[in-house]
């Protein structure tokens, strides 16, 4: 039985590895071989390969591949672009103009991507030379491009949330259900931010813009059918109890296939393309899970939830309280963490703590993901920044880390909101149960 200060050092060293650069699959499964090894001797390697391929042999874990394709393929099919447009012309009236569109194409492309970084990159690719020529503020748009993407992994299909069911053992079908409402509630808070700072400050929003003619709008209104068509298409067959959310994937892909052909956008080339991307991304992300769920099993046999289980209970807090310490480990660990490092690194040691609380595992996954939504944001390592940053081109990345701060404070809220009231969070997978 290990004790709490073994642990505690242990989790110590996985941060320090993280810390100086080690890949995240390498980090894991270090600390796990090390921690198996002194205890254990070298039995504990032993299952390690019949643990890989129980991990692996799992057809929840297709899903993965399948989401990661099905955005791909409509990113490269042109889909994003018009998308974008279409928005564009029934937002621009706003109080702020096109900032709303980023936040507005964010959240409808995070419903058929599942990945924030594709949702940054794709957003600002389209955005950028827009702003420019109208004379925006790029902090603010940089701001509202890296904070809108965020949303891409709390709206379902989102990776992260396929990868914390497969680790706590949780309905994916009810952590997508759950995503939606805080998902539409940040996205909402985010657009509010941008009316409220323009009502003091109007010129971050450059030239008033004129408002399309209704026929152009109206005309434009289709090209925000196909992802709408594809996220109903995909939810609404997991909710309905006709397809598990592999399925339902296996659905989207072959939906956004037929809607990119039928726009003659399909070629060979473009499948490759797509194809090499999604294999390097699932490559990434199954490496990373497996090292996860053994390092999972090693805490396991060492017995550290329960430990850490009784010296929580050590404590006389309320939850609300423990909450809010959680809250601040996971913005100081978002600071120096990876997004998806940080909630797979501490998934074992926090959900005991969780559980104690009185929190079910649905509520915790949508509490995590947001936190992970913060470290995406969060000088100096949140991925988000750079990859604006990247797409951005030129100045300084302290002008996209100064134009994300307004929306850091709008995901505070939101995790203050599901705390006090955690019925937030399980309104709607209590709706698809009935």
């Known amino acids: 039985m290990l004790g709490i200060e073994g642990a505690a050092l242990g989790f110590g060293l996985l941060l320090l590895l993280l810390f100086f650069g080690l890949h995240i699959a390498t980090a894991l499964f270090a600390v796990a071989a090390l921690g198996s090894w002194w205890f254990f001797g070298d039995a504990m390697f032993r299952p390690f390969g019949v643990m890989m391929w129980g991990t692996l042999n799992n057809f929840l874990l297709v899903a993965i591949p399948l989401f990661v394709f099905m955005g791909e393929v409509l990113v490269r099919g042109g889909v994003t672009e018009r998308m974008y447009l279409a928005l564009s012309l029934w937002l621009n009236r706003l109080p702020g103009g096109l900032l709303h569109t980023n936040i507005a194409a964010s959240t409808v492309f995070a419903s058929i991507s599942g990945s924030s970084v594709a949702t940054a990159a794709t957003i600002g690719t389209v955005a950028f030379p827009t702003f420019r020529q109208r004379g925006y503020s790029e902090a603010w748009v940089s701001g509202t491009v890296a904070s809108g993407a965020t949303l891409g992994i709390l709206i379902p299909p989102s990776i992260n949330l396929i990868i914390y069911g497969a680790i706590a053992n949780t309905s994916i079908g009810a952590l997508f259900a759950a995503g939606v409402l805080p998902g539409l509630m940040l996205a909402t808070l985010f657009m509010g931010v941008i009316v409220l700072w323009c009502s003091f400050d109007a010129s971050i929003a450059g030239r008033p813009e004129k408002m399309a003619p209704w026929p152009e709008r109206r005309a434009r209104l289709k090209d925000l059918l196909p992802p709408l068509a594809i996220f109903f298409l995909v939810m609404g067959s997991i909710y309905a109890g006709l397809a598990t959310p592999t399925e339902a994937a296996a659905v989207g892909v072959v939906a956004a296939l037929a809607l990119v052909g039928a726009t003659g956008r399909l070629s060979l080339s473009m499948l490759r393309e797509s194809l ?65 490092a940080m909630m797979i690194a501490t998934i074992p040691i926090v959900w005991p703590i969780v559980q104690h609380l009185g929190y079910d595992s649905v509520w915790f996954g949508i509490f995590l993901v947001l936190m992970c939504e913060m470290a995406l944001i969060t000088p100096p390592v949140g991925m988000n920044l750079y990859v604006v940053q990247s797409v951005r081109g030129r100045g300084s990345i302290g002008t996209v880390i100064l134009g994300v701060l307004p929306f850091l404070g709008c995901i505070l809220l939101v995790v203050a909101l599901i705390s006090a009231f955690p019925g937030v969070v399980g309104w709607l997978p209590g709706l698809s149960a009935k």
């Not at 090292?291 to 939850?319: E, K, M, R, T």
């Open 276 to 340: 090499l991307s999604t294999v390097s991304t699932t490559a990434m992300t199954l490496l990373i899970l497996v090292a996860a769920f053994y390092l999972n099993f090693v805490i396991g046999v060492l017995g550290v939830p329960a430990q850490v289980s009784a010296f929580v209970s050590g404590f006389d807090v309320s939850p609300l309280t423990m909450v809010l310490l959680l809250v601040l480990l996971y913005l100081l660990l978002g600071c120096f963490l990876d997004a998806l």
